[in-house]
């Protein structure tokens, strides 16, 4: 009887020039590196953006030449020049400077409208699902009123009540936004509270709030914070948009969406006064953006 050399055989089959990277994968097996490098880089340029934006806010005092508020009227309606990077407003104002220093107010806004509905619409969503009954139901039916009517038209109607401002737009955001985040963490709590280590946590005699928080939050909460990082854009975008009609910031204060307000006019002889400020929330929507992108890709990959 002969013997076959299954390692000769395969090696045989192979052929001589053909790199292992050529061979065909098996099913089920991870995904190639150079996937999971292009979803790392994309988490990895959202994060260098964010950085490079909250650098900009904290230094603004030293990146900006001249301060927000200076004004010359010999330099009025000059456009972009070494003097001037981004030319100057009706008033001689340096937009540049003032690009910068409206940073510290959109990226403050951005993070300050998340907080309060990221941690009531979680701690709503987990009780919600958790204990279900006559808690969800409520909620529930709560939570299907606010969406009924338009996010943008309650925001408005909420700060015409309250006035206009920040802070205004702060309580809005509150009253509103915190329904996205208690319909997603109730409908990942109904689905894990039923799973094993659950079961087994109950039976060692954990408290709710223990199996809450120590258990089931930490393996359902990174789904909201992916949903955070693209609402931090929403937030920008709709401060933006109230402070160009006049509802949330107030000249002079150096933000994107009241620069743009004040540029409207001066559209056709200087468009540069609206348009830097409108790249620079174009810039930073893109950069929560992509690493919103790349943090829901690096998640999944992990749960695999």
């Known amino acids: 009887m002969t013997s076959v050399d299954v390692r000769g055989a395969s090696t045989a089959a192979m052929p001589a020039n053909e790199p292992p990277s050529a061979l065909p994968t098996l099913a089920g097996a991870s995904p190639p590196a150079r996937v999971i490098r292009w979803r790392e880089r994309n988490l990895v340029v959202g994060a260098v953006l964010i950085a490079a934006l909250v650098i900009v806010a904290i230094f603004a005092p030293l990146i900006a030449p001249y301060g927000p508020l200076d004004t010359d009227y010999t330099a009025r309606l000059h456009p972009p020049s070494p003097a001037h990077p981004f030319g ?51 909620t529930m039916r709560v939570a299907e009123i606010i969406q009924a009517f338009p996010f943008l038209i309650l925001i408005i109607a909420i700060v015409a009540v309250l006035g206009t401002g920040l802070t205004s737009v702060y309580i809005a955001v509150a009253l509103v936004a915190w329904v996205s985040y208690a319909r997603l963490l109730r409908g990942e709590i109904l689905v ?105 890709d690096a998640l999944r990959v992990r749960k695999r």
């Open 88 to 138: 100057t407003d009706n008033l001689g104002r340096d937009i540049f400077s003032r690009v910068v220093h409206g940073a510290r107010i959109d990226l403050q806004v951005g993070i300050f409208s998340l907080l309060l509905p990221f941690f009531i619409g979680c701690a709503i969503g987990c009780l919600a699902g958790y204990y279900g009954g006559r808690i969800d139901n409520v």
């Open 192 to 296: 894990a509270k039923n799973q094993e280590y659950v079961e087994a946590a109950r039976a060692l005699g954990g408290s709710d709030g223990r199996v809450i928080g120590r258990h089931l939050l930490p393996n359902v909460i990174t789904s909201a914070l992916v949903f955070a990082c693209t609402d931090v854009v929403l937030y920008i975008v709709l401060v933006t948009s109230l402070s160009y009609l006049g509802l949330a910031a107030q000249p002079p204060s150096p933000e994107w969406g009241a620069m743009i307000t004040e540029g409207r006019t001066f559209m056709a002889t200087a468009w540069w006064i609206s348009l830097f400020p409108g790249l620079a929330v174009v810039v930073t929507g893109i950069a929560f953006s992509v690493f919103g992108d790349g943090l829901a």
